[in-house]
């Protein structure tokens, strides 16, 4: 199993940034794809953005693109989501996940998630 770990996470005013780090298990990191989701309180889980195993190719939720920038390092096994331009309805818990097979938008196709980080985004 992939053992995932959130951090970063924390309170931020409206319009500022937050960088969250999602740190992997060395073993098989490099064959998996890599997924941020959150959830905010009282709704569904909603999908930010994923990341193929090189690199090379990274999908974006239509609520986050062009503020929210995915990227990994293989050489750290580290997954970042650099967060700009914040906006109170960004505050939720946010996943970091991993993929081995399929991926994409889908939260039914990632195979271990991390424990989540809190991200509260103040007016």
């Known amino acids: 199993q992939v053992q995932l770990v959130e951090s970063g996470g924390g309170l931020v005013q409206a319009g500022g940034s937050l960088r969250l780090s999602c740190a992997a298990s060395?073993?098989?990191?490099?064959?998996?794809?890599m997924g941020w989701f959150r959830q905010a309180s009282g709704k569904e889980r909603e999908f930010i953005a994923a990341?193929?195993?090189?690199?090379?190719?990274?999908v974006y939720g239509d609520s986050v693109k062009g503020r929210f920038t995915i990227s990994r390092d293989n050489a750290d096994d580290t997954v970042y989501l650099q967060m700009v331009e914040l906006k109170p309805e960004d505050t939720a818990v946010y996943y970091c996940?991993?993929?081995?097979?399929?991926?994409?938008?889908?939260?039914?196709?990632?195979?271990?998630w991390g424990q989540g980080t809190q991200v509260t985004v103040s007016s």
């Open positions: 996940a991993s993929a081995r097979g399929s991926w994409g938008g889908s939260a039914s196709e990632y195979d271990y």
């Open positions: 060395r073993r098989t990191f490099r064959n998996y794809a």
């Open positions: 990341i193929g195993p090189s690199g090379g190719i990274t």
